[in-house]
T-cell receptor, first 111, second 112 residues
Framework: KQEVTQIPAALSVPEGENLVLNCSFT??????LQWFRQDPGKGLTSLLL?????REQTSGRLNASLDKSSGRSTLYIAASQPGDSATYLC??????????FGSGTKLNVKP | DAMVIQNPRYQVTQFGKPVTLSCSQT?????MYWYQQKSSQAPKLLFH???????NEADTPDNFQSRRPNTSFCFLDIRSPGLGDAAMYLC???????????FGPGTRLTVL
């Protein structure tokens, strides 16, 4: 059974710090991996999508990497801001329409 | 703006009273998904439609049903809600070419 794990479950950092969120998956035969942001009581906002043939994707201050052989993806956030405070989830896509989510990392950026 | 819309945003129902949640999309995506998310947990896929083809997850209870009358709309029916069905229900869409998912704002279901 595919499992997706995100560590740490919670992270608190001062404003301006660069940080890395981790996502690991048990089955390397993924189709793609997607990172989301979820604000309290809200839906999920797509941040970055990495196809299995890609190594990384960048959007503004965000950079996501994918290493299929080790079963890991990381989300790098540069120069963090209080507005970045949210829960960040990763989802591994298998067998085309099968998605498995991690439980998320709850990020708090302190002013 | 193209988007995924869920109605209502908050739904309160009584134990055992059927309830229907609605999702619509203006993205014209082929695939629509329903997820259940309980507090501080990962979203769990219940089922998805690829066009009119329905795909149920093996561990989705029979109490949960779905309908997709056309490309734009998809409904989640809970036939006899129990207290354990209280959760956020998320609808998502994607296209088969890249499978990037786009989510709606969710419906928070409370069961009394």
């Amino acid at each position: 059974k595919q499992e997706v794990t995100q560590i740490p479950a919670a992270l608190s950092v001062p404003e301006g710090e660069n940080l890395v969120l981790n996502c690991s998956f048990t089955d390397s035969a993924i189709y793609n991996l997607q990172w989301f942001r979820q604000d309290p009581g809200k839906g999920l906002t797509s941040l970055l999508l990495i196809q299995s043939s890609q190594r990384e994707q960048t959007s503004g201050r965000l950079n996501a990497s994918l290493d299929k052989s080790s079963g890991r993806s990381t989300l790098y956030i540069a120069a963090s801001q209080p507005g970045d405070s949210a829960t960040y989830l990763c989802a591994a896509n298998y067998n085309f329409n099968k998605f498995y989510f991690g439980s998320g990392t709850k990020l708090n950026v302190k002013p | 703006d193209a988007m995924v819309i869920q109605n209502p945003r908050y739904q309160v129902t009584q134990f055992g009273k059927p309830v229907t949640l609605s999702c619509s999309q203006t993205l014209n995506h082929n695939v629509m998904y329903w997820y259940q998310q309980k507090s501080s947990q990962a979203p769990k896929l219940l089922f998805h439609y690829y066009d009119k083809d329905f795909n149920n997850e093996a561990d989705t209870p029979d109490n949960f049903q779905s309908r997709r009358p056309n490309t734009s709309f998809c409904f989640l029916d809970i036939r006899s809600p129990g207290l354990g069905d209280a959760a956020m229900y998320l609808c998502a869409t994607s296209m088969p070419n890249d499978n990037e998912q786009f989510f709606g704002p969710g419906t928070r279901l409370t069961v009394l």
